[in-house]
């Protein structure tokens, strides 16, 4: 027994004795190769660095593929393909034109949308159920909504000559890595933008996917370049000579590459970390609100840079919102990714199981208490129980810090000025919830939050016509809607 099941222990609740038969989804529709190349100029290429890693199955463990590892010299590589696609055909193509190969690539994503689905839970761990029905849809969305865009760039910038900036850089994390490249590559084709894209290291393998569907796309070669490693290789990007640099993952590596663009002419746009608050008042229908709060921060197993990580419930309502999330908490289904049934699938890396296990004992040690349902975990892979801590600090790190991870810190309010002062009592801003059945009170709430969005009576809600981004440490720059296209473009005065 950890120390976490031990401190846990004393609060196990038996899951219900009913039980669902196995439902798996089948892997036969993904046909992965033993190893893969850079994708540069419209081919697959050998890595000059000459190095490679393994990428792995977070549920199993098991090794699916061999990665290359882009160097330097790939990356000059990628940026010079990426920008003779650009001066030589791509941004002296009509809207229309660019549109076209846009739709083509949505079309292709919902016809794979099953062989994409699998690949990303196999890689990424997260549920099927998530990855069919929520990032896939999403991000044929996505290329659907830019293509729409593309011939109406003057109607949406009247009178300034919107034109394009270059080469992008895009660097995504691991937690969305097909939404995040269908975030990043739609609105910067649309505008008139060639791009070199880096996945992370641990989810490359949807991306390499999508580069088929480029090629099937028949896009102009070096239109879309896709470079895999780790963070050196997406430093090296940076550094690179791009036109703009779009970065979504941590507030630590997003300074890092302010730091590094600073006194260039290099444009910048970051999605970084959150903290959001959920606020539950005591008018609010409960039932909706606990499926609000658990879909806020056990999706994709915590690993949501907008996760309602801090519910803020109101006094009177406590006790009776504690019974229900546990009730709830009791019901979900933690295990194979795979399994339809499945709700919370594996944390995606051990790194990062570390770093919620650490975080979590901390939040021991300083004196939070924690829940956790009772559920048997897998023995492989990597695996995390969904946890509420109670007799939260608004000092506790777990309070402060970004978890990433199944994790819920609860804090209570008793008026609604002291709701909006602990809503912002964080370095972040990206998103935020409320709960009433108050109109008037959602949109006072919603004018004092400092977050990018703010949802009412619901919660995780995306669409590609509504823009995304932050305040503060969670970054600048909004994705999403007619906003996203302006961090592509040169705009006239
Ligand atoms: P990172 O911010 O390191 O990763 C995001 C992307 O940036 C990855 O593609 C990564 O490459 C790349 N990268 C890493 N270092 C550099 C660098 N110096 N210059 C340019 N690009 C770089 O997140 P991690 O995966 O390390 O996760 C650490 C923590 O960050 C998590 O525990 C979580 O709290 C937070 N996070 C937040 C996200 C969000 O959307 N808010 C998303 C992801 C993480 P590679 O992964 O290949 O090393």
């Known amino acids: 027994m950890t120390d ?3 401190a846990a222990a004393t609060t196990l609740t038996p899951r219900p004795s009913w039980d669902y038969a196995p439902a798996p989804e089948s892997t036969d529709i993904v046909r992965l190769q033993d190893s893969y190349g850079l994708f540069v100029g419209g081919e697959f290429v050998e890595p000059k660095s000459g190095k490679r890693f393994t990428t792995i199955n977070p549920a199993t463990e098991e090794p699916l593929a061999e990665i290359a590892e882009a160097g330097p010299e790939d990356v000059a590589l990628a940026v010079e393909a990426a920008r003779s696609a650009h001066d030589q055909v791509w941004r002296d193509l009509s809207g229309a034109e660019r549109a076209k190969y846009l739709y083509r690539i949505a079309r292709q994503l919902q016809e794979r949308a099953r062989e994409f689905a699998v690949l990303e839970t196999m890689n990424g761990g997260k549920p099927i159920k998530e990855s069919r029905d929520v ?7 996505h290329f659907f909504y830019y293509a729409g865009w593309a011939d109406k760039l003057e109607y949406a910038f009247p009178g300034r000559s919107p034109g394009p900036i270059g080469v992008a850089g895009q660097i995504i994390p691991w937690n969305f890595p097909m939404l995040m490249a269908a975030w990043k590559l ?7 933008n060639t791009a070199v894209l880096k996945p992370a290291e641990t989810t490359p393998l949807t991306a390499l996917l999508l580069a088929e569907v480029i090629q099937e796309a028949e896009l102009p070669p070096g239109t879309i370049n896709i470079i895999t490693g780790a963070g050196e290789t997406g430093a090296a990007l940076v550094e690179s000579g791009v ?7 941590s507030t630590d590596v ?6 590094a663009t600073a006194g260039t002419a290099k444009r910048l746009t970051l999605e970084l970390g959150g903290k959001a608050a959920n606020i539950v008042f005591d008018d609010a229908p409960l039932d909706q609100a606990v499926e609000g709060v658990i879909n806020g921060i056990f999706f994709n197993q915590g690993h949501v840079c907008c996760a309602g990580s801090r519910l803020l419930v109101q006094e009177p309502v406590f006790e009776e919102l504690m019974d229900k999330l546990k009730a709830r908490l009791q019901t979900l289904r933690v295990g194979d990714p795979l399994d339809k049934n499945t709700d919370v699938g594996a944390i995606n890396s051990r790194q990062q199981l570390r770093k919620i296990e ?3 004992a901390s939040g021991i040690d300083e004196g939070a208490e924690i829940y956790q349902p009772e559920c048997v975990l897998p023995e492989r892979g990597f695996w995390f129980r969904p946890t509420l801590f109670t007799g939260v600090s ?6 402060r810090e970004e978890i990433f991870g199944p994790v ?3 804090i209570t309010f008793r008026t609604p000025d002291e709701a909006v002062e602990k809503a912002n009592n964080t370095p972040y801003g990206l998103s935020a919830g409320v709960w009433t059945e108050k109109g008037s009170r959602i949109l006072w709430m919603a004018e004092r939050m400092r977050a990018g969005v703010v949802w009412a009576n619901t919660f995780n809600r995306f669409d590609p016509a509504s823009p995304f981004g932050g305040y503060k440490e969670s970054g600048f720059g909004r994705e999403g809607g007619m906003h996203g296209l302006e961090p592509y473009l040169q705009l006239s005065p």
């Open 358 to 360: 650490e975080l979590v």
């Open 394 to 399: 608004q000092s506790h790190r777990i309070a």
């Open 243 to 249: 036109d703009k640099v779009a970065f979504t993952g």
């Open 186 to 192: 739609a609105p910067a084709l649309a505008t008139g």
């Open 408 to 410: 819920l810190s609860i």
């Open 135 to 141: 990032d896939l849809p999403l991000a044929a969305a």
């Open 4 to 6: 976490i099941e031990r």
């Open 254 to 259: 997003g300074k890092r590459i302010r730091r």
